[in-house]
């Protein structure tokens, strides 16, 4: 016996429920809209300032920046798409870097705070201090106490440190022109910055141009900084340390703050009962 097999037909009369159609085609439109949107927004903000050519739409930048040589890469962009450039961090966001000295003046005067993700993301080296502090009533309370360790009278004061190891900055420079030795200038700089902020945050001399390449406090940052780019950009790689590199960067932190308390404890031995001697930077901030 053969089997009869039967198809459904429109028939003439029927029809579809109208209400039905319409949420579908409303839908439709609304995808098609926000469709459109993004693409503008998309378009208008890849256009608003310059930056290095994405080589994935769903990855943007971030094979990049997720990079450990990235503070290399700021200065050459910085050279090659002008003091103010962007990087998409994925097709929603993106990070615009400023280095313009008058923009930045105006930003660091009118105190624009950052993104709260942002806070989040730095908090494992700076913790609820100066750089990540949401509680305003105790930022105000920090800012007035650090306001004398930046008065006119204590800068005075720091010029002797900063001449003596300028003094010593310029020596190195000289004992390698005449020894024919290249230099890293901008190794250097931060071997300065260190050994001057050393001297005036925590009361004690790091040594650090002595040590060049060998002193822990620089390459302690070097384990942390970029690893905490990372962080700044996503918070929850802070938060859940799955990579070695992240638990590494916590340890580093661990490290340089244990090593900053126990400077500025040193630093308090020669104290007297009687003796008010001003708070370090790093106790107004840490305490």
């Given at each position: ?171 190195i420079l000289d004992n390698a022109a005449l020894n024919s030795r290249v230099l890293d200038i901008s190794l250097l700089n931060v071997l300065l910055t260190l050994d001057f902020i050393g001297e005036v945050a925590f009361g004690i001399d790091l040594h650090a141009m002595e040590q060049g390449e060998s002193c822990r406090v620089m390459q302690i940052f070097q384990t942390v900084l970029p690893e905490l780019m990372k962080c700044g950009l996503f918070p929850l790689h802070a ?49």
């Amino acid at each position: 016996m053969a089997a009869k097999l039967s198809f459904p037909t429109v028939r003439e009369g029927s029809h579809y429920d109208p209400l039905l159609f319409k949420a579908a085609a409303a839908l439709v439109a609304l995808g098609v809209f926000l469709i459109m949107r993004f693409i503008y927004w998309y378009l208008k903000a890849s256009k608003q300032f310059p930056g290095p050519p994405v080589k994935s739409f769903l990855q943007g930048n971030l094979d990049q920046t997720m990079t450990d040589d990235i503070h290399e890469k700021w200065r050459a962009w910085h050279i090659q798409y002008g003091p103010i450039f962007q990087t998409w961090n994925g097709p929603w966001d993106r990070t615009i870097y400023v280095g313009k000295p008058s923009l930045i003046s105006k930003i660091a005067n009118q105190n624009w705070p950052k993104a709260p993700a942002q806070y989040e993301g730095f908090k494992p080296l700076s913790g609820s201090a100066l750089f990540a502090q949401m509680d305003h009533t105790r930022w105000h309370s920090q800012r007035k106490a650090l306001a004398p360790a930046f008065g006119p009278a204590v800068v005075n004061a720091q010029f002797s440190s900063l001449a003596r190891y300028l003094t010593q900055f310029v020596e190195i420079l000289d004992n390698a022109a005449l020894n024919s030795r290249v230099l890293d200038i901008s190794l250097l700089n931060v071997l300065l910055t260190l050994d001057f902020i050393g001297e005036v945050a925590f009361g004690i001399d790091l040594h650090a141009m002595e040590q060049g390449e060998s002193c822990r406090v620089m390459q302690i940052f070097q384990t942390v900084l970029p690893e905490l780019m990372k962080c700044g950009l996503f918070p929850l790689h802070a938060k859940i340390p799955v990579l070695k590199s992240t638990r590494d960067m916590h340890a580093a932190i661990a490290e340089l703050r244990s090593m900053a308390d126990h400077a500025v404890q040193k630093c308090r031995e020669n104290d007297t009962p009687d003796s008010k001697p001003a708070k370090r930077i790093f106790e107004i901030l840490a305490k």
